[in-house]
């Protein structure tokens, strides 16, 4: 209970003051979301890999896995064919402490849709590498059953490092598309701008001749 408290307290604080752990919100995303059609060096094995990939907009992701809140191994590419909603946040950051109080409700919202949500904890309360107790004492504050919370550190988003993503404030949101091409990238929150792009998304399958 004390703890959950905490991190009620930091959060509350943090978006009181600050807004956010951010400077401000930046968006980036494709100009055209009807485009749909496949790239032509699209894998069509269960297992894709692309020799050029990386976290950059537009670019496919590389892959990467991280053991989960519950122990067991997550790993990117096992969700090709998905929408993925990366959530790069850190455990001291109180509006990630904010976006996580509904982030199983966003999970179960999309769900049938195709689209996973997926928290990946950079650091934990001491700016330490997270560990797979501390993405589970995330979890269970957070009330976050079936999302994934994965056990990660800051070398997925170390500039220095090939095929990392571009974290450069906390959170930061990532969407890959189906074809695990980056597609959005948003620094801050803000709910409405990505649940927008993200039905404008599904909105422009549906409408696909392809479907």
């Known amino acids: ?33 009807t485009d749909l059609e496949p790239d032509a ?5 269960n297992t894709p ?7 950059q907009l537009e670019k496919h992701a590389c892959n990467f896995e991280f053991n989960d809140q519950y122990g067991h191994r997550w ?16 455990m001291w950051c109180g509006v990630c402490q904010y976006v996580a109080q509904d982030m199983q409700s966003f999970y179960e919202l999309y769900e049938d849709k195709g689209v ?29 059953t079936t999302s ?16 990392s993503f571009p974290v450069q404030a906390l959170p930061t949101i990532v969407v890959l598309d189906r074809d695990m091409v980056v597609s959005y990238v948003m620094d801050g929150w803000n709910k409405t701008r990505l649940f927008n792009y ?14």
């Open 148 to 163: 994934p919370v994965l056990a990660a550190d800051v070398s997925i988003a170390d500039p220095t490092q090939e095929g």
């Open 75 to 90: 790993e990117l590419y096992d969700h090709y064919g998905d929408i993925i909603v990366l959530d790069f946040s850190a």
């Open 198 to 211: 993200l039905n404008e998304m599904l909105d422009a399958e549906e409408a696909s001749p392809d479907r």
């Open 49 to 55: 890999a692309w020799e050029d990939c990386s976290g």
């Open 116 to 144: 996973v949500w997926v928290t990946v904890l950079l650091q934990d309360l001491q700016g330490m590498p997270v560990t797979t107790d501390k993405a589970l004492e995330w979890a269970q504050i957070f009330k976050i």
């Open 1 to 33: 209970m004390k703890r959950a408290l905490y991190y009620l307290a930091v959060s509350l604080f943090s978006i009181f003051l600050l807004g956010c752990c951010t400077s401000g919100v930046r968006e980036k995303a494709h100009m055209d979301l």
């Open 41 to 45: 060096d699209t894998p069509t094995t």
